[in-house]
């Protein structure tokens, strides 16, 4: 504790007065502020990730087995496979057609779904509702879409298969469904290109299909799915991440850019400490010589520099979290960002403070100082401590 006094007055205290150059305090709030913008831009980032990345998850299924043209009975024995090992899973054809009401039409991609209530369920928190005539097909669509064509629930659509045409009569298959629910994502574009509906109604429009896959509640361990290849070799395994490796890619190529960007005002102080400390040795070389003089050791000297910049890094890097943890906490508890900005669409995400990121802030913020302080340091210890008491500016 001695020691780091000692730093902080020499580099502190002007040479020909006991008064203080604040000039020291500037590398300080520059550090805290680039450690509170990294905190704060990995906070929303990994809210974001953790909100999209779920929804996609959920959208999507964890993970599907593909099965191309597949022979008669074996879509039961995968399925039979898969509940024998407690795999929670749904049978679906993914298909372009049309839904149209009077003039108005969509191209979209239908989902038919077994089960389709209990996937919606547990999925996302709804069920696509009973008709009334049990007979009556239903679809469920994305808000979107809904309003694109102006549709409502309870309103009758036409559900069109434009690629199961049929060669004698050339009209596609259609069915007239009841739009008995309404999905709202606001992520990507699934609430204007999808629409779910059960796998019966599916097998009615979609005649040609050749594809079918099997949703999974989980991902398949490795060892089940290597059992399940073994047997059925000419299955596919797709996980949710697959499908939007772009978009994942994306989200992280752009999180690291905005932290280095935080990370850049982290380096400007840092070269700020470094004008500062070698501003020190040149209006101290008169002291330096003096300490040497009473038995300062170059390393002793040199640590005078590097304690500067560690209490520098420290302090910085401490305001820097307390600042951007207070932010969190503010947002979480009163929501002002949220309810100021509420077509912003990333304000609809949590914050989240990982305790992993705050110590790679550290780490780095700290190296970063330690490195600037090593010229400054290098050079007062060098000093030779006669010609330095002899200095004259």
């Known amino acids: 504790m001695k020691s780091i006094w000692l730093s902080w007055k020499f580099i502190s205290r002007k040479e020909t007065s006991a008064s203080r150059s604040w000039s020291v305090i500037v590398p300080i709030l520059g550090v805290a502020l680039g450690t509170a913008v990294v905190t704060l831009t990995f906070a929303v980032m990994d809210g974001m990730e953790k909100e999209v990345f779920a929804n996609l998850r959920n959208f999507t299924a964890p ?41 108005q039409f969509r191209v979209v991609k239908f989902r038919a779904i077994t089960n389709l209530d209990r996937f919606l369920q547990q999925n996302f928190g709804f069920v696509s509702n009973p008709v009334p005539d049990q007979g009556t097909h239903n679809v469920v669509i994305g808000s979107e879409l809904a309003q694109r064509l102006n549709v409502v629930r309870n309103i009758q659509v036409q559900l069109i298969s434009p690629l199961d045409v049929n060669l004698m009569t050339g009209r596609p298959p259609q069915v007239s469904a009841m739009v008995t629910n309404v999905f709202a994502f606001d992520l990507v574009d699934m609430d204007l290109n999808f629409a779910f509906i059960p796998y019966a109604t599916g097998v009615v429009l979609f005649k040609q299909t050749g594809r079918i896959e099997v949703l999974l509640d989980q991902e398949l361990t490795a060892d089940l799915w290597t059992e399940l290849g073994q047997e059925y070799p000419n299955i ?65 000297i040199a640590r005078i520099f590097v304690l500067q910049a560690t209490v520098t890094g420290l302090v910085g890097t401490g305001l820097g979290i307390s600042l951007a943890a ?18 912003f669409p990333i304000m609809e995400f949590p ?41 004259i500016k």
């Open 236 to 300: 596919g395994y797709r996980l949710w991440i697959d499908e939007y490796q772009e978009l994942v890619s994306a989200m992280r190529l752009e999180k690291i850019a905005y932290s280095i960007f935080g990370f850049m005002i982290v380096f400007i102080s840092c070269f700020n400490l470094l004008s500062v400390l070698s501003m020190a040795v040149m209006r101290k070389i008169p002291q330096i010589g003096m300490l040497k003089a009473m038995g300062y050791n170059p390393r002793r």
């Open 63 to 103: 993970a599907r087995i593909i099965l191309n043209d597949p022979a008669p009975g074996l879509v039961d024995r995968i399925e039979d496979k898969l509940t024998q090992e407690s795999v929670g899973h749904f049978r679906t054809i993914e298909r372009n057609g049309i839904i149209k009401i009077t003039d």
């Open 326 to 343: 207070g932010a969190v906490y503010v947002e979480r508890t009163w929501h002002l960002l949220r309810s100021r900005l509420t077509n």
């Open 351 to 391: 914050l989240l403070l990982s305790p992993v990121k705050i110590g790679l802030v550290v780490s780095v913020t700290l190296l970063l100082v330690l490195v600037a302080s090593a010229y400054p340091a290098w050079k007062a210890a060098k000093l030779n401590p006669i010609r330095s008491i002899n200095f």
